[in-house]
């Protein structure tokens, strides 16, 4: 029993106890394994340069940047779209934190680290995505438009479009530059009313040409995110002679300024998205009715051309996806030694501890998947990637990408539970996190469209790509081998998944109806593939030399306590689709 003495209880009054709020660390010095495998993939003199870069620049965002985000998350963008006069403006206000953020970006080189030419080509990516890693969860979502940019950047790099077009040699300066007064951002226009996915199938833009490559645009963009950016890159049929291409090929790829003179340029920002999270950034409907464009594709190139910047937004989503789990968890085990509930701090109740244990796992395995998909960037933008390594490249940013945007969001969840009732509460800061992860899943391709993806990468390079799969995460096996009793059985179990997955779609390939059966279990494929290649790069890292126990037992757990491969014969019965429907559809009226 415990002395009580009337002041304690009597009149109103809050109590004396508050709760303990979660402290943010470094991102850089917290994190369990980036330094040491940034030290494995990056060499010496290297390394000591980017990790001095991210020290400072961890405790930039403790001390600076992530006050700023939650400024911008408190004060979302709107749009005036008259002025009192009647006159159509549309001025976009933003937060004064969001445009702070945004040169915070090109100051630490956010993007201009991937291009910087004095510097080592193979290893500049992985120095600029462990800084976005660690940017994203403070950044306001400012790491959207910088994903764009690097995008945009990437596509008139790799196009070669600066020799070709003086405005996009100047677009690529600006994009790359470290100046915050001169850099600029970059949308990416392509999903309309009639299609997100099937781009194709839904583009109702339309270009009219004035001369030469310059065209005037005539459309209605759907989802256009970070519309304050300075460019856009976007697709549209060309009207020749009257008449236009339908579907894909009919598509061009077009570059176009936002404003021109302070003006926009021949568009009006219809209004602003009233989204479920990333409300900080603001995404619009616009009227293209005249914009000013330059035809930067040949003629019906435009998908193949914007994949450029697919394919880099798409690594950037990997690494948002895996730095919203990184903070969650790294919240909640700071939390986890403040919070008492029956008597002992929660860490010190091993329910609770098995909890953040598997959420740590998950988050180190996806860190690994985007460190490689990011390593393999590297080398072949440093022109030393093996035929091997290119494939595993085109087929790893679709799986990384979807992977992670897919575990993300039940891992984010349940790192808010982590929380208790404070998870749910607004002001804490924590529903955001879980808000703006379910996006990662849906923008930049579904999980399904990426999953088909994958296929499109087996079809177009006649399966190479998935024996470069193979021959990689063999290479990891037969590392285990030479390792501990623990190690051994985790590469028995990769072994088993592998074996799994190619015996399941070797078999699914000699059906009558391939290769229209993988459809059905591409998401199967993909997801098993993300867990084998998840559970691959665990491994590796605990073969190495240096591994600590806890590294063989993180690999151990992920490998053999979870089923890697969840795939069976019965994803590709295309007999199932029939009872699929009848099951969907039971007692369905409409
Ligand atoms: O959501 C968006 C922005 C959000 C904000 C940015 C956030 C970034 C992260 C932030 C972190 C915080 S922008 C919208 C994103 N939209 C999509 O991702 C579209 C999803 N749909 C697809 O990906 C589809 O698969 C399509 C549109 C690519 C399908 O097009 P097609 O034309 O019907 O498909 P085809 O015929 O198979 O492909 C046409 C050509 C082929 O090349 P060719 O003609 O040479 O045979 C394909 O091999 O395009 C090539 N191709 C690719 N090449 C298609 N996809 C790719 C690829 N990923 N890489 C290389
Ligand atoms: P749909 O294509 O209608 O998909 C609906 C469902 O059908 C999905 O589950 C999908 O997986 C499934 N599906 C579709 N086709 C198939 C198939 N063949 N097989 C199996 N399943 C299939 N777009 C831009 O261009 N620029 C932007 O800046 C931008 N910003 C965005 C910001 C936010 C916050 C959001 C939410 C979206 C943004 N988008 C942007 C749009 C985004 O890229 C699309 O919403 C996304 O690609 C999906 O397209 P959709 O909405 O048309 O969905």
């Given at each position: 029993?415990?002395?009580?003495?009337?002041?304690?209880?009597?009149?109103?009054?809050?109590?004396?106890?508050?709760?303990?709020?979660?402290?943010?660390?470094n991102p850089f010095t917290s994190d369990p394994i980036l330094s040491r495998a940034l030290k494995r993939l990056i060499p010496q003199q290297e390394f000591v340069k980017v990790s001095t870069d991210l020290t400072k620049f961890g405790e930039r965002i403790v001390n600076e940047i992530d006050q700023l985000g939650h400024e911008a998350e408190i004060q979302p963008p709107q749009i005036q779209q008259f002025d009192?006069?009647?006159?159509?403006?549309?001025?976009?206000?933003?937060?004064?934190?969001?445009?702070?953020?945004?040169?915070?970006?090109?100051?630490?080189?956010?993007?201009?680290?991937?291009?910087?030419?004095?510097?080592?080509?193979?290893?500049?990516?992985?120095?600029?995505?462990?800084?976005?890693?660690?940017?994203?969860?403070?950044?306001?979502?400012?790491?959207?438009?910088?994903?764009?940019?690097?995008?945009?950047?990437?596509?008139?790099?790799?196009?070669?479009?600066?020799?070709?077009?003086?405005?996009?040699?100047?677009?690529?300066?600006?994009?790359?530059?470290?100046?915050?007064?001169?850099?600029?951002?970059?949308?990416?226009?392509?999903?309309?009313?009639?299609?997100?996915?099937?781009?194709?199938?839904?583009?109702?833009?339309?270009?009219?040409?004035?001369?030469?490559?310059?065209?005037?645009?005539?459309?209605?963009?759907?989802?256009?995110?970070?519309?304050?950016?300075?460019?856009?890159?976007?697709?549209?049929?060309?009207?020749?002679?009257?008449?236009?291409?339908?579907?894909?090929?009919?598509?061009?790829?077009?570059?176009?300024?936002?404003?021109?003179?302070?003006?926009?340029?021949?568009?009006?920002?219809?209004?602003l998205k009233n989204k479920l999270g990333t409300r900080q950034l603001p995404t619009a409907e616009l009227l293209l009715d005249g914009v000013k464009a330059i035809k930067v594709s040949e003629e019906g190139r435009g998908v193949p051309s914007i994949a450029n910047m697919l394919n880099i937004t798409r690594v950037h989503n990997a690494i948002a996806s895996v730095a919203g789990m990184r903070r969650i968890v790294?919240?909640?085990?700071?939390?986890?030694?403040?919070?008492?509930?029956?008597?002992?701090?929660?860490?010190?109740?091993?329910?609770?501890?098995?909890?953040?244990?598997?959420?740590?796992?998950?988050?180190?395995?996806?860190?690994?998947?985007?460190?490689?998909?990011?390593?393999?960037?590297?080398?072949?933008?440093?022109?030393?990637?093996?035929?091997?390594?290119?494939?595993?490249?085109?087929?790893?940013?679709?799986?990384?990408?979807?992977?992670?945007?897919?575990?993300?969001?039940?891992?984010?969840?349940?790192?808010?539970?982590?929380?208790?009732?404070?998870?749910?509460?607004?002001?804490?800061?924590?529903?955001?996190?879980?808000?703006?992860?379910?996006?990662?899943?849906?923008?930049?391709?579904?999980?399904?469209?990426?999953?088909?993806?994958?296929?499109?990468?087996?079809?177009?390079?006649?399966?190479?790509?998935?024996?470069?799969?193979?021959?990689?995460?063999?290479?990891?096996?037969?590392?285990?081998?030479?390792?501990?009793?623990?190690?051994?059985?985790?590469?028995?179990?990769?072994?088993?998944?592998?074996?799994?997955?190619?015996?399941?779609?070797?078999?699914?390939?000699?059906?009558?109806?391939?290769?229209?059966?993988?459809?059905?279990?591409?998401?199967?494929?993909?997801?098993?593939?993300?867990?084998?290649?998840?559970?691959?790069?665990?491994?590796?890292?605990?073969?190495?030399?240096?591994?600590?126990?806890?590294?063989?037992?993180?690999?151990?757990?992920?490998?053999?306590?979870?089923?890697?491969?969840?795939?069976?014969?019965?994803?590709?019965?295309?007999?199932?689709?029939?009872?699929?429907?009848?099951?969907?559809?039971?007692?369905?009226?409409?």
């Open positions: 029993s415990t002395r009580m003495s009337s002041s304690d209880y009597k009149h109103a009054k809050t109590g004396k106890f508050t709760q303990p709020a979660p402290v943010l660390e009192a006069w009647g006159n159509r403006i549309d001025k976009l206000i933003v937060a004064p934190a969001w445009n702070r953020l945004k040169e915070i970006s090109a100051e630490e080189g956010l993007i201009s680290i991937g291009y910087d030419k004095s510097t080592d080509p193979e290893y500049r990516r992985l120095h600029q995505m462990s800084k976005l890693y660690m940017f994203h969860p403070a950044s306001g979502l400012v790491t959207c438009p910088l994903a764009m940019t690097d995008g945009a950047a990437k596509t008139i790099d790799e196009l070669k479009l600066g020799e070709k077009f003086p405005e996009c040699k100047e677009a690529f300066e600006r994009l790359t530059s470290r100046d915050p007064q001169n850099a600029w951002t970059s949308g990416q226009w392509m999903t309309e009313k009639g299609g997100g996915s099937d781009v194709g199938g839904g583009t109702d833009t339309y270009a009219e040409k004035v001369d030469g490559s310059n065209y005037t645009l005539h459309g209605y963009k759907w989802f256009s995110s970070a519309i304050d950016a300075d460019m856009s890159l976007t697709l549209a049929r060309s009207i020749e002679n009257g008449q236009v291409q339908t579907g894909s090929r009919g598509l061009s790829l077009f570059y176009l300024r936002v404003r021109n003179n302070g003006q926009l340029n021949g568009l009006q920002m219809m209004r790294s919240l909640a085990r700071d939390y986890s030694t403040r919070r008492i509930a029956f008597g002992n701090t929660l860490y010190k109740w091993p329910l609770h501890l098995k909890v953040l244990a598997d959420l740590e796992i998950k988050t180190r395995a996806g860190l690994l998947l985007t460190l490689e998909s990011t390593r393999l960037l590297g080398k072949q933008e440093g022109g030393r990637s093996s035929e091997q390594e290119s494939l595993l490249l085109r087929l790893i940013t679709p799986i990384a990408k979807l992977h992670t945007g897919k575990v993300c969001v039940p891992a984010i969840s349940e790192g808010i539970e982590c929380f208790g009732g404070q998870g749910y509460i607004e002001d804490t800061g924590l529903p955001g996190i879980l808000r703006d992860t379910q996006v990662t899943a849906i923008w930049e391709g579904t999980t399904n469209v990426l999953s088909l993806d994958v296929l499109r990468v087996f079809a177009t390079t006649k399966f190479a790509a998935a024996k470069a799969f193979a021959d990689r995460i063999k290479e990891i096996i037969s590392k285990a081998k030479n390792g501990d009793e623990k190690l051994q059985k985790t590469g028995e179990a990769l072994e088993n998944a592998l074996n799994q997955l190619l015996g399941t779609l070797k078999t699914a390939q000699k059906s009558s109806d391939f290769p229209q059966n993988l459809q059905r279990g591409a998401r199967d494929i993909s997801m098993t593939m993300g867990n084998i290649y998840s559970g691959a790069l665990l491994t590796e890292f605990a073969a190495h030399p240096d591994a600590f126990d806890n590294d063989r037992e993180v690999a151990y757990r992920y490998c053999v306590n979870q089923k890697l491969a969840t795939i069976s014969l019965n994803s590709f019965d295309s007999s199932n689709d029939s009872i699929d429907k009848s099951i969907v559809f039971e007692n369905y009226k409409a």
